[in-house]
């Protein structure tokens, strides 16, 4: 069974740039894949933040983007602030009405 | 602006079946663009896609969990439900309705989230 992984953790500096990935344990990402990102942070529901690969969901500022970098989608956070410290997890549609979670990123900005 | 509201249970004997129901209002759960869907996440765990279904009840389960669940839909009452039968410890989770945005044959994100509830499986 395929395996969407990500990092299990990561810090940036406020107002420094940090790039989360989304990979698979066999094979590349493409954006056939329409990879998805989602914030979270605790005691919530996920937030959307990215779909398609790099369309921004409505409300979501213009410094989370996203993208395929090498074999793997990402997520960059441009100028990240305190309140960007969350959970991050990507998506990636499988096919046959497939949707397969990465293991999640928890992001620490200190 | 869709939302979702799930109800149920939150405590489960082991070896029986969870149930939950998630409440759709705000829009019609008759969309061809949308799938409606369960997404769990056992404390401190990360998020896992149990299934979605269409309007239709054509439905789509998780491969390591298709054995056990069923999801269902109820048109009359914008409702759709979630049965997960023979549930242990591992199935502790707090349980998310989401919609899913889908076109032809793809699907690309989760886009209305309920705001969960925890199911605790024990004796």
């Known amino acids: 069974q395929t395996v969407v992984t990500q990092e299990p953790s990561f810090s940036v500096s406020p107002g420094g740039t940090v790039t989360l990935t989304c990979g698979l344990s066999?094979?590349?990402?493409?954006?056939?894949?329409?990879p998805s990102w989602y914030q979270q942070t605790p005691g919530q529901a996920p937030r959307t933040l990215i779909y398609?690969?790099?369309t921004r969901s409505s409300g979501v500022p213009d410094r989370f983007s996203g993208s395929i970098l090498g074999n793997k989608a990402a997520l960059t956070i441009t100028g990240a602030q305190a309140d960007d410290e969350s959970d991050y997890y990507c998506?990636?549609?499988?096919?046959?009405?497939?949707?397969?979670f990465g293991g999640g990123t928890k992001l620490t900005v200190l | 602006q869709l939302q979702l509201q799930e109800s149920g249970p939150g405590l489960v004997k082991p070896s029986e079946t969870l149930s939950l129901t998630c409440t759709v209002s705000?829009?019609?759960?008759?969309?061809?663009?949308?799938?409606w869907g369960w997404i769990r996440q056992p404390p401190g765990k990360g998020l896992e896609w149990i299934g979605s279904?269409?309007?239709?009840?054509?439905?789509y389960y998780s491969p390591s969990l298709k054995s056990r669940v069923t999801i269902s839909v109820d048109t009359s009452k914008s409702q759709f439900s979630l049965k997960l039968s023979s549930v242990t410890a591992a199935d502790t989770a707090v349980y998310y309705c989401?919609?899913?945005?889908?076109?032809?044959?793809?699907?690309?994100?989760?886009?209305?989230w309920g705001q969960g509830t925890l199911v605790t499986v024990s004796s």
């Open positions: 989401a919609t899913r945005y889908c076109s032809g044959s793809s699907c690309f994100y989760f886009n209305y």
């Open positions: 066999s094979g590349s990402v493409s954006t056939g894949y329409y």
């Open positions: 705000g829009g019609s759960i008759s969309s061809s663009f949308y799938n």
């Open positions: 998506v990636l549609y499988m096919g046959s009405g497939i949707s397969v």
């Open positions: 398609s690969t790099n």
């Open positions: 279904i269409y309007y239709s009840g054509s439905t």
